[in-house]
């Protein structure tokens, strides 16, 4: 079964703090993998892509890592902000089958100052 | 480009009622997909619409039925309505499927 999970399910951080989340993954066969970052009652809006040849990419203060040969990934964020604060979901694209993207439960995080 | 818009913000609903869901795409996108997303959960996929067709189908009964428009926008139908529908319910589009970008979510309550 396509599975993503994800830890720490929730995280409380100080502001300027860096921290990293994780996520496993049981999809086959693997696309893609991105990270999202969904603010409270709001659509999520894409942070990162990697492909299965991409090992690291990076946006801003977010920088996310994939091992396709153990199906991990992590997110780590540098710096934190208090408007950092959401939930960061995993998702993974499978090319077959009938759900294209699989989605991970995410991660709460809050920075707090 | 005012991006990916969905309505109505919120909805309320009782049992056995039925509701339709709006989703405008981003400009130049010609696929939409629908997401169900419940309190505290990832959302869960529940179709995708390319030239106006349903192309493919999550785990959601036939209660959920979806239309796509020569415009490319997209409604969501839900028949006969259960508590358990309550949720976000997300729209995603994309240029042919890929980079998926998704709205702010309609909310709709049960009661």
């Known amino acids: 079964k396509n599975q993503v999970e994800q830890s720490p399910q929730s995280l409380i951080i100080l502001e300027g703090k860096n921290c990293t989340l994780q996520?496993?993954?049981?999809?086959?066969?693997?696309?893609?993998l991105r990270w999202y970052k969904q603010d409270t009652g709001r659509g999520p809006v894409s942070l990162t892509i990697?492909?299965?040849?991409?090992n690291t990419k990076s946006n801003g203060r977010y920088t996310a890592t994939l091992d396709a040969d153990t199906k991990q990934s992590s997110l780590h964020i540098t710096a934190s902000q208090l408007s950092d604060s959401a939930s960061y979901i995993c998702?993974?694209?499978?090319?077959?089958?009938?759900?294209?993207?699989?989605f991970g439960k995410g991660t709460r995080l809050s920075v707090i100052a | 480009d005012a991006g990916v818009t969905q309505s109505p913000t919120h909805l309320i609903k009782t049992r056995g009622q039925q509701v339709t869901l709006r989703c405008s795409p981003k400009s130049g996108h010609d696929t939409v997909s629908w997401y169900q997303q419940a309190l505290g959960q990832g959302p869960q996929f529940i179709f995708q619409?390319?030239?106006?067709?349903?192309?493919q189908r999550g785990n959601f009964p036939d209660r959920f039925s979806g239309h796509q428009f020569p415009n490319y926008s997209s409604e969501l139908n839900v028949n006969a309505l259960l508590l358990g529908d309550s949720a976000l319910y997300l729209c995603?589009?994309?240029?042919?499927?890929?980079?998926?970008?998704f709205g702010p979510g309609t909310r709709l309550t049960v009661l």
């Open positions: 998702v993974v694209t499978v090319t077959s089958g009938n759900t294209p993207l699989v």
């Open positions: 990697m492909t299965f040849s991409e």
């Open positions: 619409y390319y030239e106006e067709e349903e192309r």
């Open positions: 995603a589009s994309s240029p042919g499927g890929y980079e998926q970008f």
């Open positions: 996520c496993n993954y049981t999809v086959s066969p693997f696309s893609n």
